[in-house]
Structure formats: structure tokens, C-alpha cells
């Protein structure tokens, strides 16, 4: 009786040209199981997908709210990416999100009934410190603990949507909100700046697109973006290098935090305007796909939140049009990071099937 | 019933390195067999292919005259053959009757009897309902030997079963082993210790390079006779100058290094005195995990041990980490190449880099200076000949050996005072590792200090001046090299003593 033996072997050098090309793979068999399912479901799939992935985008009011969705996924991505390069799993931006934005709407509620230019910068400064102070603590438990940051940034996400949910419900609610679980409108001073009459894309995305130009210059020219690489590739390497691990461990979460909490911020003070407990369509959990994509480049981030933000738009538009539920839009990620990680996979592993005889071992 | 298990021209070939060598051995139940042989002299390789887990390339394996397939841990399992390895193969978070029950045929209740039995029967006591991370790894390893017992085994592998056990589990685990050998289970003990194998065993069969190069009855044997056959007596040819200038300057010194590690796998090193004149190598000999990974670690200060002293010219450096110690003017060689001292997936230039000293100038304000970083690069690759002049080449294409000379390069680049390394020429060609000895000899030539950890006697004895045994973490006393033979090493790498 002869069988099949797999074996899998790593594979040593892998080209860059391909480890750059394998996320347009994903994304294209993403497009491929999307169709799959919009048959099964009875739609004729071009149609579709057509919806999905055209109509949002075919006049200028979808392009902007492509780029209001992917400007806090960039921003938060970017932070994320100082993490997983080295080594660190932070797997609770959305909680340093929900913070920085809690931290930033109060400065910006302190300031509800006044105007000046110093309020926006303010709040912002403030959301950058909130999300800091909450990424530092699975950091610090991480360093001086042990414990695992997988976990504890994890839970402390639900934490910080407690923290919020009571704040708009009680000390923080709109006194003239007739009990509804949303806080003041903020003032006008300390709103995002629009960039266009009638459009929702605010002056964000200058943070995310500043974020892009910092983070790839200190990755790629700094001592620290030199550390944190050596970090992700052998952490036995960089303690024999003599690099301070743990003040390492801090800086990046303390990076990746501001950054989330300042994507929080642009939400509040950006399209929504005031305090709620919706504030985040799961963006801090989705740019984890987006780092990935990214493939914790900056400059491949941003096209990975542009790509990751049409699943957003998309799912709206089919359910609008194919009255097909919004939550296809986490099935659309969840496929771009289920292929994603199957094609690393083939990319970094071969599989040898050998010939071998069970008869063998029935001996 | 009386077991005869004969293993008949064995040959295992892995790339660049024969393992076993058309070994042929023959065992019979009622004695108990001693494997002996130092690190890489194929004891494991025999061992993995008699419990399955690897297949050899030539030769059979026989148990009471039928021929065996060992293709899979499950076949050695069903022939009979039981094995305790080195690491314990538990599940800490069960309890112990969870672990013995996993691979168990009968139902719980007749099993729970069966291992009461066998406890009561060898005097065990072990709580069976605890989990297995409270148990002491004495009585982990004894889990292990009831999960062999319970398959009535006939022939009982232990691959060197005192690693981790301290004084008073090794001479239980030895009245153990000898009561199971009255019961007719042919027991093959492999180690490296010579003491056990005379006080424990009844024939010893002694390995070296793949080969086996004697059996013998134990009762002929002494440590002495034992350690020259497994050192094997071939010298170095081409020997170093001497250091014998009395009068130099210490350049390093250590005292009262002591280290306790919580993880029964690491080595406590327990108060290792020594000090290092300029120019002068000391050879630090050893079987390795005799806490020779510790002591490289504590020297560069990979592990601070803010007890300990260490003075290097004149200054306390205990306290400080590698970078802090480079400064000094002290550099590193790893053992672990690929994993510890580069990185593979960095370019040439990066993994230069990684050597950071104050006056490189790689990192100025915090930039990284890439022109600066690349010129010095080529330097290293020309100066100690490595066969590219590519900074750019991802380390992983490098060979070991121009690996391990762009390492060496990077490290003695800075002309430190003193190099620390650890098995430097491990696993590379003889081209190479003549580069890198007539390296160290030079760096000695220049007055500067080396201090050579290594599990090699024939290099240890070709470069050092001074030679001292680490042994169970305890350093034995330094030799000068000129006294040293290689039987008074093997002695003493063995556990044994010298006047």
C-alpha cells in the first residue's frame, strides 16, 4: 500500500521582489472567494463584486470616504508595525484607540463652550498621551512581569469600551441629551479641519501621511529602527549585541499606542464630532491586517489601508444594493489574512510529498 | 527470557559529517551496557535509529534474531524497546496519571493498579494526581521510567539520565536500573561521565567520531584507561608558542562567580576563581552542558551576576552589558553562530554593525551612518579573508567558515584586549579552522588575551597556555597546558580526579 509522506522544509531565500508580490496574490484570491460566495449566495458574482469593489469608488464622494476610512488604519498600522517588527504582539490598538479618544474628548468637552487654534492641537497632543498610557501597561507587565502582551493588551481593549461606555452614559453625557449615551457636540475649534466643502476627509490624513515619512525613517535610519529590526529577527542576537531590551519594548508600544490613540482623536474630532460608544468600526483590530498586507512597510501600509478600507465601503454598498448584512465586510478581511498568511506559508515553506510504504509499519 | 538485541554494521552519513560508521554491537539481557563518547561521537545517532526516530542509511538492527524496521517511534514502542531521553517528553500541566494514561491501551482503573504496583515494586514515591510541573526532574524522569515499565520493556535506553539530576536521584536511578537489570531488561546506558560507567555498568562499548573504537568489560577498565579511549590520543601537530613570561600584567580577573538558574536544563555555576595575564590564552575544556553556555554568558554580560567580581584592566565590569563591556575593549564570540552572533536574514554590512563600539562611528546622533558602516565592512572582509567583497550579500550565503571569520573579524576589528569564544571552530572545515587557530595564535602574538571555551581537546591543547576542566559548574584547577595530556583532560572531563 503505498502513501503519501509530506514533509516541509523552510526554505532559505526567499527573493524580496516576491515577498513584496505575494499580497497582490492574496488580495486577487480574495476577490475569488468573495465571488465564490456571492454565487452561492444567488447574486451573479461580477455583479457583485462589481459592487463591492467598483461602485463605492466611482465618484469623488466614495473616493474620499475611502481615504477618511484608510487614514486612521494607516495611522494605526504604522504604529503597529514598530511592534511586530520587534518581536512585540500588540493585539489592542483598539483599546489605545478607545483611550486616546476618552483622553482627547475630555480636553476637547474642558473646551466645549470656546474657541482657538490652541484646542485641536491640544486635544490631539492629549489623545497621542492617552493611547501611550494605555499601550505602556501590557508593556511594563510585559517587561518587569512577564506576563504575555498577547493577552493583556487584548482584554485591556474591553477595558478601556467599559471606560467609555460609562463616561457617555453617566459624568460625561450631553446634560441636554435627553439620556441618550452621547456626550456634547465639540466646538468648532476643536474639529478636524475639512479638506473640501461637502466632504467628510478632514486634515487627518496629513498625521497618518506624516506618520509614513517618520516611521520609515526611523526604521530604516535611526540606531533604534536598526534595534528594533535585529529585536524581530533573533532577540538572542540583540541581547549579545548589548541593546536595552526592555526600554525597547516600552519605546515601540509607546509609539504604537500614540499612534492608535491619535487615530481615536481623528474619529471623534474628524466625521463624528462628539463622544459615543461607537467610535471605531473595529479599526484598531483591522489594521492588524493592514500591518500585515503592509507588510510592515510603510509605504505598502498605506496601500494595504486604502485596500483594507474598500472592504469597508464595499460591504455598505452590496448592502445597500444586494440587501446582503454589512458583516461581509469582516468576512472580506478575514479572507485577505487567511490567504495572505496560506501564501507566506507556501512562500517560506516547500512541501515534499515522498513515497513510503505503510505496510512497514504494521510490522 | 533472555533478550539478545545486536545492532550489525550501522552507517548514518549527514551532510559533511559521518555519524555512525558501520557500528556493530551486541547486547544481552542481565548486564547493563555503558555507551560512552564525547559530544558528536555518535552515541545519539545510535540511539535515535535503535527507538525509531531516525533510519540509518546501512546495516540492520536485530532483536532476538529477528530483524527489526524501525521506521517510526511506534515500532520501537511495539518490539519492546523502551527509551528515556535527555529532555522529558511531559506534559507539565497534567497530572501524572493523565501523562501515563495518554498512550495507554487498558481502561483507567486497571492502569491506576498497574502503576501502584510498579511504584510499590521499586520503591517510587510519587503522588499521582499532582501535576507534573510540581515534580522535581528526578521524579519527572522516574514518570518517564514507568511509562517504559508499563509496556514491559525488554530492552530499556538511557540517554544520559543524569544530566539533570542531582547526587542523592543519581544513586536511586542506579539501584533502580540495577533492579530492573536482575529482572531481565537489557539496559544501554549512554554517557559521557566515566565514574558512572564504572560504578553502574558491566561492559562498556566506547565511541569516537562515528566509530566504536572498544568494548570491554567495565572491571578492566580505570577513568584513566576509559578517558584516553574516548579522547582518542591523536595531538596537535603544530603547537603554539608557549606563554611563559611570568612577570605580565593581569588583565582580567574573576572571583566568586556564582550562578543559580531556576531552569533544571541550565548548569549552576558555583564559585569559579581565575585570572589572565596579557597575551595569554586560557582553554576552558569541558563536555558541553557543564555550564560552559553560562559562563560565556556571564562574561559577556549576557547574564549579570551582580555578586560576582569580574576585573578587567582594573575595573569593575560586572555590572556592565556587552556594549557597555565592548567599550572596554573586550569582544564576543558566540558558539551559536547563525542565531546569536549574526543574524542570517541581514545583510554582511547590518550584522558588522551589530559590533557598535564608541569609536566606529556607526551610529552618529542616533543615524545610522551606512557609508561608514560599509567601509568599514570591506575592511573586515578583505582583512580576514572572506571569500566576497558583496557587503550587501545576506549573511545566510556565507559558508560557516566565512561566516565565522566575518564574525571573528568584526570582533577583533576593534584590537580588543581580550576575546572570549566559545567553540569558535564548531562544525567547519579543516581549511577554516586552520585560519581561524593561526587567528588566535596571532592575537596572542600581539600581546593580547584569549580566553578559549571549547569542547575540543586537540584545539584546546594547540592554543592555550593554561588549561583548567568545567565540569557540573565547578572549574577544576588551572593547569599550564605543557602539563596537560590528553588523558588527565578526559579525566577530568569525565567527573573524575587528578593529584
Not at chain 1, 297 to 309: H, K, M, Q, R, Y
Request: glycine share 8%; charged share 20%.
Amino acid at each position: 500500500m503505498e502513501d503519501l509522506l509530506i514533509k516541509i522544509e523552510k526554505r532559505n531565500d526567499v527573493p524580496t521582489t516576491l515577498y513584496f508580490f505575494t499580497p497582490f496574490i492574496a488580495i486577487i484570491l480574495t476577490i475569488i472567494g468573495g465571488g465564490i460566495i456571492f454565487y452561492t449566495l444567488g447574486f451573479n458574482p461580477i455583479e457583485a463584486l462589481k459592487f463591492y469593489f467598483i461602485t463605492p469608488i466611482s465618484n469623488l464622494y466614495g473616493f474620499s470616504e475611502l481615504l477618511l476610512k484608510a487614514t486612521p488604519l494607516c495611522l494605526i498600522a504604522i504604529g503597529l508595525s514598530f511592534c511586530f517588527k520587534s518581536n512585540n504582539w500588540n493585539i489592542g490598538a483598539e483599546g489605545q484607540l478607545t483611550f486616546g479618544a476618552i483622553v482627547g474628548g475630555g480636553v476637547a468637552l474642558l473646551f466645549y463652550n470656546q474657541e482657538g487654534f490652541y484646542i485641536l492641537p491640544l486635544i490631539i497632543i492629549a489623545g497621542a498621551i492617552g493611547g501611550m498610557i494605555f499601550a505602556l501597561i501590557p508593556a511594563i507587565l510585559k517587561t518587569y512581569f512577564n506576563t504575555n502582551e498577547i493577552l493583556v493588551s487584548l482584554m485591556l481593549v474591553y477595558v478601556s469600551k467599559l471606560i467609555l461606555d460609562y463616561l457617555v452614559v453617566g459624568p460625561w453625557s450631553n446634560p441636554e441629551g435627553f439620556n441618550f449615551p452621547e456626550t456634547r457636540q465639540f466646538s468648532d475649534s476643536a474639529r478636524m479641519p475639512l479638506l473640501f466643502e461637502g466632504l467628510r476627509i478632514h486634515a487627518g490624513i496629513f498625521i497618518a501621511l506624516a506618520a509614513v515619512f517618520v516611521s520609515w525613517f526611523v526604521l530604516y535610519k535611526t540606531y533604534l529602527g536598526f534595534q528594533i529590526k535585529v529585536s524581530g529577527l533573533s532577540l538572542k542576537t540583540a541581547k549579545y549585541a548589548g541593546f536595552k531590551g526592555k526600554t525597547m519594548i516600552l519605546i515601540v508600544f509607546m509609539i504604537s499606542g500614540a499612534c492608535a490613540g491619535m487615530a481615536g482623536v481623528g474619529e471623534i474630532t474628524g466625521p463624528i464630532g462628539q463622544l459615543h460608544r461607537m467610535i471605531s468600526p473595529d479599526y484598531g483590530f483591522t489594521a492588524i491586517i493592514v500591518a500585515f498586507l503592509g507588510r510592515l512597510n510603510p509605504f505598502g501600509i498605506i496601500f494595504a489601508s486604502l485596500v483594507v478600507s474598500l472592504t469597508y465601503l464595499g460591504a455598505e454598498t452590496t448592502q445597500i444594493f444586494l440587501q446582503i448584512p454589512q458583516y461581509t465586510g469582516q468576512v472580506f478581511q478575514g479572507m485577505i489574512l487567511f490567504f495572505l498568511l496560506a501564501s507566506d506559508y507556501l512562500l517560506f515553506f516547500k512541501i515534499k510529498f515522498q513515497n513510503f510504504n505503510k505496510n512497514e509499519l504494521r510490522h | 527470557m533472555a533478550t539478545d538485541l545486536r545492532i550489525s554494521n550501522i552507517s548514518k552519513i549527514y551532510p559533511g559529517c559521518i555519524a555512525n560508521d558501520n557500528v556493530s554491537l551486541q547486547f544481552k539481557s542481565g548486564k547493563i551496557y555503558a555507551l560512552l563518547g564525547e559530544n558528536g561521537a555518535g552515541k545519539s545517532t545510535l540511539v535515535k535509529i535503535l527507538s525509531g526516530i531516525i533510519s540509518p542509511d546501512n546495516g540492520e538492527v536485530f532483536l532476538n534474531e529477528k530483524n527489526l524496521k524501525l521506521s517510526s517511534p511506534l515500532d520501537a514502542k511495539k518490539n519492546k524497546i523502551g527509551m528515556v531521553f535527555q529532555h522529558f517528553n511531559l506534559f507539565e500541566t497534567l497530572s501524572v496519571f493523565e501523562n501515563l494514561s495518554i498512550d495507554a491501551t487498558e481502561d483507567n482503573k486497571s492502569l491506576r493498579v498497574r502503576i501502584n504496583e510498579i511504584l510499590k515494586k521499586y520503591n517510587f514515591s510519587i503522588d499521582l494526581d499532582v501535576p507534573v510541573l510540581n515534580l522535581s526532574a528526578g521524579q519527572k524522569q522516574k514518570v518517564e521510567i514507568i511509562r517504559c515499565l508499563l509496556r514491559s520493556p525488554k530492552v530499556l535506553i538511557m540517554d544520559e539520565p543524569t544530566s539533570v539530576l542531582t547526587e542523592q536521584e543519581t544513586e536511586e536511578l542506579f539501584i533502580s536500573l540495577k533492579k530492573f537489570c536482575d529482572e531481565g531488561i537489557l539496559i544501554i546506558y549512554i554517557t559521557h561521565k566515566l565514574k558512572e560507567v564504572l560504578s553502574l555498568c558491566d561492559e562498556v562499548a566506547v565511541m569516537r567520531k562515528g566509530k566504536v573504537v572498544s568494548v570491554s568489560q567495565t572491571q578492566n577498565e580505570k577513568v584513566e584507561t576509559l578517558a584516553s579511549k574516548m579522547v582518542g590520543q591523536k595531538l596537535a601537530k603544530i603547537k603554539k608558542k608557549i606563554n611563559t613570561s611570568k612577570n605580565k600584567d593581569e588583565i582580567f580577573k574573576v572571583k566568586h562567580l556564582n550562578f543559580y538558574s531556576d531552569d533544571p536544563f541550565e548548569t549552576n555555576l558555583v564559585n569559579l576563581n581565575f585570572s589572565l595575564k596579557k597575551g595569554e590564552c586560557l582553554g576552558i575544556a569541558g563536555i558541553s552542558g557543564n555550564g560552559q553556555n553560562e559562563l560565556f554568558q556571564i562574561l559577556s554580560g549576557e547574564i549579570i551576576t551582580p555578586d560576582a567580581s569580574i576585573i578587567f584592566r582594573n575595573k569593575e565590569i560586572a555590572k556592565l552589558n556587552p556594549k557597555q563591556r565592548r567599550e572596554y575593549l573586550m569582544a564576543f564570540s558566540p558558539e551559536d553562530r547563525i542565531s546569536q552572533a549574526a543574524v542570517p536574514e541581514l545583510k554582511i554590512y547590518e550584522n558588522v554593525a551589530l559590533n557598535n563600539f564608541k569609536s566606529s562611528n556607526f551610529f552618529e546622533k542616533g543615524l545610522v551612518n551606512e557609508r561608514k558602516i560599509k567601509e568599514h565592512s570591506k575592511k573586515i572582509l578583505s582583512d580576514f579573508s572572506v571569500n566576497t567583497d558583496n557587503v550587501e550579500l545576506k549573511s545566510q550565503f556565507l559558508s560557516g567558515g566565512n561566516l565565522q571569520k566575518l564574525i571573528l573579524g568584526r570582533e577583533l576589528i576593534t584590537a580588543p584586549e581580550l576575546l572570549i569564544c566559545y567553540n569558535p571552530t564548531w562544525g567547519l572545515d579543516v581549511g577554516a579552522i586552520n585560519y581561524i587557530h593561526e587567528t588566535l595564535i596571532k592575537i596572542n602574538d600581539e600581546e593580547k588575551s584569549t580566553i578559549l571555551i571549547s569542547t575540543d581537546t586537540e584545539e584546546l591543547l594547540k592554543l592555550s597556555d593554561r588549561i583548567a576542566v568545567i565540569y557540573k559548574g565547578k572549574l577544576s584547577k588551572i593547569m599550564p597546558s605543557v602539563e596537560v595530556t590528553p588523558e588527565k583532560l578526559g579525566i577530568l572531563m569525565g567527573g573524575g580526579s587528578i593529584d
